[in-house]
């Protein structure tokens, strides 16, 4: 009856909580996120092997095939695909937020969480900022990778810029999939319901390749694709090109997914019994 009692009030209580309290509430979770990866450091595998194992297998199977039809073999297909594997790193870590979230959600641990007064906003804020940590190291992991296998890095400025685009991406998509783990019943079903999302979205885009070759009713499809816009926004920052359009497309798709999901899913946080 008391646990009922918490939930229910919770969005009361929760717009009592000064903005001060709400930010050392974050700071508290946020820590207490970081003391939980260094407790379980194999947290961090697939922020460290991911940029590794892509990079490393679309290079050397793809490269040569696709790069010559860039014009210019292995080499040019690694300044193609390496600011394409950036935009993809963001929404990798999104879908771990949804997975670690429904954990936590099913061992007790955010019963615990709203049943402290603390700002509810602040344990889902705590965790995108961690998983945005998180994406960071993955980006630059990416980088030294990217530089072994040939990548060219003339715009210092511009990767900074793609990497922090990225970030903007993946923490909006991040809210997508924190709504996902509320909602579903088992971490399972956010990784298979993720894998449905990611797969079509990723290899049906620039990522991995031009979309010129690709039939007409895909290639419509690619124009409409946050991570298209995202990969080439990331191309021509960090090796020449268009930046306008994939920049402003990108803010557009991030802005729109924080305005429609976030609130959703702090809803369906406070809610959930």
């Known amino acids: 009856m008391s646990a009922v009692t918490v939930n229910s009030a919770g969005p009361t209580a929760d717009a009592r909580i000064p903005l001060r309290n709400h930010l050392r509430h974050t700071g508290a979770l946020i820590r207490r996120n970081l003391l939980w990866i260094r407790q379980d450091p194999e947290s961090m595998f697939d922020a460290i092997l991911f940029p590794v194992i892509f990079t490393l297998l679309f290079v050397y199977v793809f490269g040569g095939s696709i ?17 394409g594997l950036l935009a993809m790193m963001g929404m990798n870590m999104a879908q771990g937020v949804g997975t670690g979230f429904n954990t936590d959600f099913n061992t007790g641990v955010m019963d615990r969480f709203r049943s402290l007064p603390i700002g509810r906003g602040s344990v889902l804020i705590a965790k995108i900022a961690v998983e945005i940590m998180r994406m960071l190291v993955a980006a630059a992991v990416l980088m030294v990778v990217g530089v072994l296998v040939g990548f060219d890095i003339h715009r210092w400025g511009g990767m900074f810029a793609a990497i922090g685009l990225s970030a903007v991406f993946g923490s909006a998509l991040m809210w997508v999939f924190i709504t996902l783990g509320v909602t579903m019943k088992s971490a399972q079903s956010v990784q298979a319901m993720g894998f449905l999302v990611l797969m079509p ?73």
């Open 201 to 273: 979205l990723q290899f049906g885009s620039s990522i991995f390749a031009p979309t010129q070759s690709m039939p007409g009713w895909l290639q419509n499809f690619t124009d409409y694709n946050p991570l298209s816009a995202l990969a080439d926004a990331a191309r021509g920052l960090m090796v020449g090109g268009p930046v306008a359009h994939g920049v402003w497309l990108t803010l557009a798709w991030s802005v729109g997914l924080t305005a429609v999901m976030a609130p959703i899913a702090i809803h369906k946080f406070r809610t959930k019994t």
């Open 67 to 83: 790069g010559q039809s860039l014009g210019g073999g292995q080499h040019a297909y690694v300044q193609y695909v390496v600011p």
